[in-house]
């Protein structure tokens, strides 16, 4: 059974940037948690950033620029926890990811735009750009039937 990455603050887990979480609770995620099947990762924490912690936007992405409303350059936190995400996707050999929508890190469509006024730009977070970078489809919350129809596919093809 295929493994799937998930960002830790989706399953309940207080890392969010203001030490909260975004738990979503869908019965397929419960059915995955039960069969083990779940790979939970927080790419900024595992790139050594705190929580709390300030909140950070991508300011360019070439070349990447990530830093925080108070100009605190964070780029190297940020990149160093989207190669931990990809190593950990790989020891787990998994088949697919479902990470929080906009976030810097973690968003596979649209992230915030550097402004830090609630503006959304179509480019993926950090740690999801590489992701897919190495061939891992990205999933968000809002798009759990395209990764049930997708895993399921998976399944029948194995
Ligand atoms: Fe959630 Fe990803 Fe932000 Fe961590 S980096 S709190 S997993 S959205």
Redesign the pocket.
């Known amino acids: 059974m295929d493994k799937i990455l998930i960002?830790?603050?989706l399953l309940g887990a207080n890392?969010?940037?203001d030490g909260r979480h975004?738990l979503i609770e869908h019965p397929a995620l419960q059915h995955w948690k039960q069969q083990g099947r779940l790979v939970m990762?927080?790419?900024?924490?595992l790139g050594g950033l705190p929580t709390p912690r300030p909140p950070a936007e991508v300011q360019s992405r070439f070349p990447i620029f990530v830093s925080t409303r108070d100009g605190e350059d964070v780029t190297d936190q940020f990149l160093s926890g989207a190669e931990a995400v990809v190593k950990i996707a790989k020891q787990h050999n998994v088949c697919c990811a479902i990470?929080?929508s906009h976030?810097p890190?973690?968003g596979n469509t649209f992230t915030y735009d550097g402004s830090f006024s609630g503006v959304l730009t179509e480019a993926p977070g950090v740690a999801a750009a590489e992701l897919i970078r190495h061939g891992i489809p990205v999933f968000n919350e809002h798009q759990i039937d395209q990764l049930i129809r997708f895993v399921e596919a998976q399944t029948e093809a194995a």
Request: hydrophobic residues 25%; glycine residues 0%; contains cysteine.
């Open positions: 960002s830790a603050c890392v969010r940037y975004n990762v927080c790419p900024e924490s990470m929080k976030s890190s973690c």
